[in-house]
Nanobody, 124 residues
Framework: QVQVVESGGDLVEAGGSLRLHCTAS????????MGWYRQAPGKERELVAK???????EYGDSVKGRFTISRDNANNTVYLQMNSLKVEDTAVYFC??????????????????WGQGTQVTVSS
């Protein structure tokens, strides 16, 4: 079993900064990809930033130049530094991890896991 846990969400004024933190733990052989998505009320979930399987980084268009994703591979952790926050950044931020887990008989299981989300609210 794999757990993905986010933290760091808060209420902040426009122009401010926040740093989100996400860790994957449990039955993990390796983490293939990991990143952040967000969902605002009445809208679809969208990409914020992620590390792809080939170690490239992808950002959503609306956050480029303001948000930075980083990681600690040894601890299966990713961070999201959010600067120059805007009211429209208000959303629940979810962490996602593509994980390989060991299974009986030297098998490997591939899974896609989501955290429960952390609320980011930006006030004007």
């Amino acid at each position: 079993q794999v757990q993905v846990v986010e933290s760091g969400g808060d209420l902040v004024e426009a122009g401010g900064s926040l740093r989100l933190h996400c860790t994957a733990s449990g039955n993990i052989h390796s983490v293939l990809a990991m990143g952040w998505y967000r969902q605002a009320p009445g809208k679809e979930r969208e990409l914020v930033a992620k590390f792809n399987r080939d170690d490239t980084i992808e950002y959503g268009d609306s956050v480029k130049g303001r948000f930075t994703i980083s990681r600690d591979n040894a601890n299966n952790t990713v961070y999201l530094q959010m600067n120059s926050l805007k009211v429209e950044d208000t959303a629940v931020y979810f962490c996602n991890a593509d994980v390989v887990s060991p299974a009986p008989g030297e098998a490997l299981l591939f899974g896609d896991y989501w955290g429960q989300g952390t609320q980011v609210t930006v006030s004007s």
